[in-house]
Structure formats: C-alpha cells, structure tokens
Nanobody, 116 residues
Framework: QLQLVESGGGLVQAGSSLRLSCTAS????????LAWFRQPPGSERKLIST????????YYASSVKGRFSISRDNAKNRLYLQMNNLKPEDTGVYYC?????????WGQGAQVTVSS
C-alpha cells in the first residue's frame, strides 16, 4: 500500500513557475507508474501527465506539453511536476496518482492558483 502526499502548490502570477512534489510512503515505489491529474474549479479531474516506473516513458496532455515536465526519484520515493510559464487556466487542484496492476492510490491534492 502507498500513501501519497503532494506539496509545493500555491498562488502565483501568470508566467511564473512552480514545482509540485508527491512523496510516497510504502514499498515498491519503483514498480508503480505515476501520474498527475488536475481538477479545475467546477470541472472534472483530468489526466495531464504520466511517467513509467523507470521514468523512461512519459506522456503529456496537449494543454501542458512543452511547459510541464514530469520526473521521479525512486530512491527518494518522490514524483515531481515542474510547471513553467503558468497560465490562469492551469488553476486547479493537482493530484498525484500511483497505479500497478489492480492497485491504485491517490494523494489528497495540492491547490495551484494562477492569477492573470
């Protein structure tokens, strides 16, 4: 079982950068594929990026491609999301997600607010 805790959210101006972290407690972190989801106010939660267990394979939604970068440090049980050139439409609660086979886990979310 994994427990996931996000950190690094906040209020920033458009054009700024933020780095979100997700720290996992539990075993076999490297076996899990990881992802970041975003839930804007009043909207559904949507996938924005994924990363494989080794970190070699990554996916980005078109809305963040070229601005966001996902990475992981398996030695530290951490997942990261570097967010550059933030836009007001990036505002929302960001969730980290881990999945392996039939097991999946969610973090509690971190609020990111981008002002124009």
């Amino acid at each position: 079982q994994l427990q996931l805790v996000e950190s690094g959210g906040g209020l920033v101006q458009a054009g700024s950068s933020l780095r979100l972290s997700c720290t996992a407690s539990g075993r076999y972190f490297g076996n899990y594929a990881l992802a970041w989801f975003r839930q804007p106010p009043g909207s559904e939660r949507k996938l924005i990026s994924t990363i494989s267990g080794t970190g070699e394979d990554q996916y980005y939604a078109s809305s963040v491609k070229g601005r966001f970068s996902i990475s992981r440090d398996n030695a530290k049980n951490r997942l990261y999301l570097q967010m550059n050139n933030l836009k007001p439409e990036d505002t929302g609660v960001y969730y980290c997600y881990a999945y392996f086979g039939s097991k999946d886990y969610w973090g509690q979310g971190a609020q990111v607010t981008v002002s124009s």
